[in-house]
Nanobody, 126 residues
């Protein structure tokens, strides 16, 4: 059974960096696309970044372009989200998600991601 487990969240000051990890606690990733979403207090969950497992194409939300980088480690079956130049508005619970969509443009829609982790809290202090 695929189970995604996030780690790496924490408290950081404005301008700091964090790296989130998403590991499949089962045997191998069964998703073709891996993504990161976030939900801030009082707001809806939103798309952050995603990567096609094969080929490595990526998609980012405009709000994180140039600051966040999604990457993967095939040997560890782990997806990362490197977050630099963090801002207070990046404060949220960050979720890793997997999608079975394999072709076409990477979808930022939550409904296209069927497997979700439990989330990890990121807090950026001003």
């Amino acid at each position: 059974q695929v189970q995604l487990v996030e780690s790496g969240g924490g408290l950081v000051q404005t301008g700091g960096s964090l790296r989130l990890s998403c590991a499949d606690s089962g045997r191998t990733f069964s998703s073709y696309t891996m993504g990161w979403f976030r939900q801030a207090p009082g707001k809806e969950r939103e798309f952050v970044a995603a990567m096609r497992w094969s080929g490595g194409s990526t998609k980012y939300a405009d709000s994180v372009k140039g600051r966040f980088t999604i990457s993967r480690d095939d040997a560890k079956n782990t997806v990362y989200l490197q977050m630099n130049s963090l801002k207070p508005e990046d404060t949220a619970v960050y979720y890793c998600a997997g999608s079975r969509l394999r072709y076409g443009p990477i979808s930022p829609r939550q409904v296209d991601f069927g497997t979700w982790g439990q989330g990890t809290q990121v807090t950026v202090s001003s």
